[in-house]
């Protein structure tokens, strides 16, 4: 069974940093790509960031020179690392198992954790 376990989350000041942790298992986490998506309050799930299996890195333009994605094959484990934070930023914060190596290739980011929450606000 696929487990993703999210931590990290927290309560920080605008300009704040935050890392956010996955935890991986039930499957060959080297095999996979990996991402993480948001969902802020009324909105929808918003890709952030993405990983393949390889390391090659994709960002959302919204999270372009201020968070940074990377991959531990040897904890099975997938960081945002999160700087500059904003109040838009403020969301539930989800990692997602992507369908193959190369990518996600799901829309609806179904195999996801339960998130973790980042709230930015003075």
């Known amino acids: 069974e696929v487990q993703l376990v999210e931590s990290g989350g927290a309560l920080v000041q605008p300009g704040g940093s935050l890392r956010l942790s996955c935890s991986a298992s039930g499957f060959t986490f080297n095999d996979y790509a990996m991402a993480w998506v948001r969902q802020a309050p009324g909105k929808e799930l918003e890709r952030v960031a993405t990983?393949?299996?390889?390391?090659?890195?994709d960002y959302a333009q919204s999270a372009k020179g201020r968070f940074t994605i990377s991959r531990d094959s040897n904890k099975a484990t997938v960081y945002l690392q999160l700087t500059g934070l904003k109040s838009e930023d403020t969301a539930l914060y989800h990692c997602?198992?992507?369908?193959?190596?190369?990518?996600?290739?799901?829309?609806?980011?179904?195999?996801r954790g339960q998130g973790t929450q980042v709230t930015v606000s003075s």
């Open positions: 997602v198992k992507g369908r193959n190596y190369n990518g996600i290739y799901d829309p609806s980011f179904r195999v």
């Open positions: 990983i393949t299996g390889g390391g090659i890195k």
